[in-house]
């Protein structure tokens, strides 16, 4: 019999995280819930039901011991982890006014320390146990707003910090892909979440719907590329 296959998801309090969890445990995986604070991993845990193949973690992405040790906690566990979803982000530029010449540089670092840095010590983390099953998808959540080549101005943290996100995919793939990590970022596109607000164009079923495709890729699926509802975008 095939064994269950595992995902991480960091930011799964709510929105598209949560759901992500919600189709992967549809799909007949275990799920390590991980949110900023353990007990709404637990909360948002105890609304998905399956608790047999539900493991509601605290991991707040600026710290890199949390991030070790919930790694330990997903080896102890389940012993194999077949995805990690980078997911966890913040938007916190003034949304009317974050131009070059009015946002503050530590609202950029700050921004940077969820968005980009904390993929970074996830990834860190949970590499290990990625590789060691001999390899599995790692899909980092991104945004349109951080596709250089589309860049526009204004919200600059955010932009900064999903551009550089998308860096890091690449990297990623560069060092680990010939060892079958999968590595890719995924825009959702505009959902309503707390984030996307009540105006945004998709619910969140749509937008986990992309996130869950590259989360599950096979062994000879793509890996270094810039994904919207599992087609290519530009970076
Ligand atoms: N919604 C959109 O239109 C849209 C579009 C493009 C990309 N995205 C991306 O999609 C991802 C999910 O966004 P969403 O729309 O679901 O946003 P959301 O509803 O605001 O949820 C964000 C999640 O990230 C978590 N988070 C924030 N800082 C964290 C930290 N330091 N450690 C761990 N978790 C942390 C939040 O936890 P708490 O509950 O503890 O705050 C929450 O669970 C983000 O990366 C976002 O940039 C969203």
């Known amino acids: 019999m095939h064994a269950q296959s595992v995902a991480v998801v960091t930011g799964a309090s709510r929105g598209l995280g949560r759901e992500t969890c919600r189709q992967l445990l549809g799909r007949g995986w275990a799920v390590a819930l991980t949110a900023r604070s353990l007990a709404d991993a637990q909360a948002a845990a105890a609304s998905l039901g399956a608790a047999d193949r539900l493991l509601p973690l605290g991991l707040d992405v600026t710290d890199a011991d949390q991030a070790r040790a919930a790694a330990v906690a997903v080896a102890a566990r389940f012993g194999r982890l077949d ?41 860190q983390a949970f590499l ?8 599995g998808n790692l899909v980092n959540v991104s945004s349109g707003m951080g596709s250089v080549s589309e860049m526009n101005g204004g919200m600059v943290a955010y932009r900064l ?3 550089a996100l998308n860096a ?6 560069d060092e680990h892909n010939a060892r079958g ?6 825009c959702p596109g505009w959902v309503k979440t707390d ?4 105006g945004a164009t998709r619910q969140v079923q749509e937008g986990a719907a992309g996130i869950v495709w590259a989360a599950t890729l096979g062994p000879g699926g793509p890996s270094g590329g810039f994904f919207r509802d599992g087609r290519p975008i530009a970076w």
């Open 168 to 173: 890091l995919t690449r990297i990623l793939h």
């Open 128 to 135: 290990p146990l990625l590789l060691q099953g001999g390899g």
């Open 83 to 123: 995805a990690l979803v980078n997911n966890a982000g913040v938007i916190l530029d003034d949304w009317d006014d974050s131009t070059t010449t009015t946002c503050d540089p530590e609202v950029v670092r700050a921004t940077f320390d969820t968005n980009t840095l904390g993929a970074l010590r996830a990834s």
């Open 161 to 163: 910090s999903k551009a």
């Open 181 to 186: 990590l999968r590595a890719n970022s995924v």
């Open 195 to 198: 984030m996307g607000g009540p």
